[in-house]
């Protein structure tokens, strides 16, 4: 069967027009049932279902026009799907696992499974392709060359073709086609840009209708542009990427939700790598979507205040914490002491190990205004508390024992551990990250010349 037919296949025969969608899912275990939206940071409760018999939930949705919606028990646990183009939907699956949940009685949902395997699909040819034309060209062997051309022309095709396609059958998965439809720079650059770096910024986004409203509810407005964002983040160092964004964020219309979902997928690429572009682009999207999305620009100011935390010289954010005595511990208290604060666990193997080099050097420089502040991020008192003394830390705790979910770990964006972030008498960021003989190294620098 060939492409064509196969994307004949997908898309012949679906409907167009918005309708009330009864919705049910059966799923035991879980508490409750809701439809949510995305609103460029987080998801929005909808609509709650009704519980029924044998953990059957059922709810019935009117929409305007079709548009993706998420179906799960909390925020955390959910399936997307295109609603409001069919009567009735069928969802089979486990509570806290229904990202892998079966729909059935829905040919838009599963056209739309379909279109993400072949998204997947493409990117992985395009991916081998690539690699193997590169490395034909770094051996200079011209024919395995003309060969990896001519397989990129092929799959730009299929591509062009996908677009096409879908664009004639239905305006929703066409929007979100044109988010994910890139051609090859060897095959079609055709020497208008000097560089591929170039041609990806100018043309990633080149078959998307900038003014078409339906970007306004696509969450692939932001998915796409996460995409984006996250290739150039290992390609662009440095504030440099902020404006190559900015740029690429302006053809939106100013101040839409559109923009903004395609800002805030940016941001969240950047914010995930602890990207130093990330600060403008977040100040940049607090600026101009604080007072008209209030609700998920505060989730993006709480990144942002931890991004902060990553840049050297910045003001480290203040916190306080209770000790394993219960008396209350705060940063701001340490203030004239050079402090590392640690982050780290009973249950962190990693974190265990080096705590030996991190007493010797405490030992070191605790009479020359070195302290450390450590930072538990364990769930039960006992086992921190017997961690503590196994390993001889004779330094300042805290923990709100909320584990992953500890505040002080959100402040200072930690996602792994141990972790550590160097303040100096001042308050300010020195550094982070340092460990056995890089942390010996900076503090031996620190103290010798009298900061």
Known sequence: MNYLRIVFLLFV????????????????????MNVYSFNGAGFDLVQAFDAGDNGSWTTTLDMEAPAFRYVGSA??????????????????GRCRQLKDAVVSDSPVNSRYKELKKQFQQNNEAFSITMRAYNNARIKGDTVTMKQETAALLTIDQQKRELLESVGAQDPLLAKVVTLNTYLSFVTENKGKYSNELDYFVNTYFQFVDYENEQYNDLPWTFEGNR?????????????????????VYKPWPEGSRAQFFAMSGGFTALEKVKHPAGIKLGEAIVERFGEKFPLPVKQIRDQLTALYSFRIGAEAPLFA???????????????????????????????????????R?????????????????????????????????????ISDLKGWRSQFAKQYGVSSIPQTVLVDAEGKIMARNLRGKALEQKLKEVFSSGK
């Open 13 to 32: 025969g679906l409907p167009l027009a918005a309708q009330s969608t009864t919705i049910t899912v059966e799923s035991t275990g879980c508490k409750a």
């Open 75 to 92: 925020p955390n646990d959910v399936l997307p799907l295109v609603l409001g183009a069919e009567k009735a939907i069928v969802i089979s």
């Open 227 to 247: 995409n984006f964002a996250n290739t150039l983040a290992g390609a662009v160092p440095g504030e440099r990427l902020a404006d190559i964004l900015l740029s």
């Open 321 to 359: 914490g209770d000790s394993p005595e219960g008396e209350t511990v705060s940063l701001e208290s340490l203030r004239g002491k050079v402090v590392l604060i640690d982050f780290w666990a009973s249950w962190c193997g990693p974190c265990r190990k080096e705590n030996p080099n991190v007493v």
């Open 361 to 397: 050097v405490y030992n070191q420089y605790k009479d020359q205004g070195f302290e450390i502040l450590g930072v538990s991020l364990d769930k039960t008192k006992a086992r921190w508390e017997q961690a503590i003394a196994a390993d001889k830390l004779t330094w300042l705790h």
